[in-house]
């Protein structure tokens, strides 16, 4: 059930930002790959993070991260 899911719409499955961690794109300039386990939903878009205090960065302040280019 799961995998069709998938096959049906794969992009709602993709990680946002290709899978890499968003707090240290913008707050380091660095391209990190996320951590799935270190990862989270957000508004139904599957985002992975460098590790859990990225991840709690992100929380404190979700809108900065998303908005900024």
């Known amino acids: 059930e799961h995998k069709q899911k998938f096959d049906a719409n794969p992009i709602r499955y993709w990680p946002a930002f290709e899978g890499h961690c968003r707090v240290s794109q913008l707050d380091l300039n660095q391209s990190v790959e ?8 957000y508004r139904e878009k599957l985002v992975f993070f460098s590790s859990d205090a990225e991840r709690d960065r992100f929380s404190s302040n979700p809108s900065y991260y998303l908005l900024q280019k």
Do not use: L, N, T
Request: hydrophobic fraction near 25%; charge should be negative; glycine fraction near 38%.
């Open 34 to 41: 996320g951590d799935p386990h270190a990862g989270g939903v």
